[in-house]
Each structure stands twice: as structure tokens, then as C-alpha cells.
């Protein structure tokens, strides 16, 4: 079974690259909750600015986040309709493993063949 997406496999790719990273996790939930300046975020981590502009730039790239100018700051919010697809991308995976343990579950629920069984169906 193929997972169906409407992400292409690049998109794929980029969100999951994205999501590496626990500093860029951690950006991606601070703009979930609220809107915030990159400043105000990079207030938050023992790195320098450029570091946190560049966790910005690969959430952003995977679209995750965007980005808009406001006078001289760059304000940061998520896009929940990129992380609804990245949702539903997870959710077919898990739709594929449970579906594999329930076909897993039934064949270890049968019977299991008896020896004077299996020696009988040899015989046929």
C-alpha cells in the first residue's frame, strides 16, 4: 500500500527536515500559539540571530510558517493549512501501520494447523 498526499515527495521531504530539529519544533509552537517578531524569538535561544533567522527560513521553506513584513520587522506565524497537510500525511501513515497489525492480529488469531492436519493436507 502507497500513502497518498497531495504533498509532492520534495514538500514531503522539507516539512520532515524541518521538523528535525528541536529549536525549530519549538519556533514552529511559539508561532502556533501567537504571532511573534524573529527577534522576540531569537530572544528566547542561546544562539545568535542569524541562527534563529536560518531555523526560520527552513520552517518557512517547508511552509510551515510564513513570514510578513511589518514596518522593520518580520513577523512570524504558522500556516495551519500546511500543518493540516502534514496531519493528514502522518494520518495516512498510521492508517497504513494499524491496518498491517490488524492483519497481523487476525493471522495470529487462527488456528494454527495440528501436525496430523498439515501431515494429512501433504498428502492431498
Keep these: 500500500m502507497v500513502v497518498q498526499t497531495e504533498l509532492s515527495d520534495d514538500d514531503i521531504d522539507r516539512v520532515f527536515h524541518a521538523l528535525a530539529a528541536a529549536t525549530r519544533r519549538d519556533i514552529l509552537r511559539r508561532a502556533i500559539e501567537a504571532e511573534h517578531s524573529v527577534s522576540d ?11 534563529v533567522q ?4 527552513v520552517l518557512e521553506a517547508a511552509g510551515l510558517i510564513v513570514k ?3 514596518g522593520r520587522e518580520r513577523l512570524v506565524r504558522a500556516d495551519p493549512a500546511m ?3 502534514a496531519r493528514a500525511l502522518l494520518a495516512a501513515y498510521e492508517a497504513l501501520w494499524r491496518a498491517r497489525i490488524s ?4 493471522l495470529l488469531a487462527e488456528d494454527p ?6 501431515a494429512s493436507n ?3
Design 113 to 118: 494447523p495440528t501436525p496430523a492436519s498439515a
Design 68 to 70: 510578513r513584513a511589518e
Design 54 to 57: 536560518k531555523h526560520v527560513a
Design 83 to 85: 500543518i493540516a497537510r
Design 41 to 51: 524569538l531569537a530572544r528566547e535561544y542561546d544562539m545568535s540571530f542569524a541562527a
Design 103 to 106: 492483519r497481523l492480529d487476525l
Design 122 to 124: 501433504e498428502g492431498e
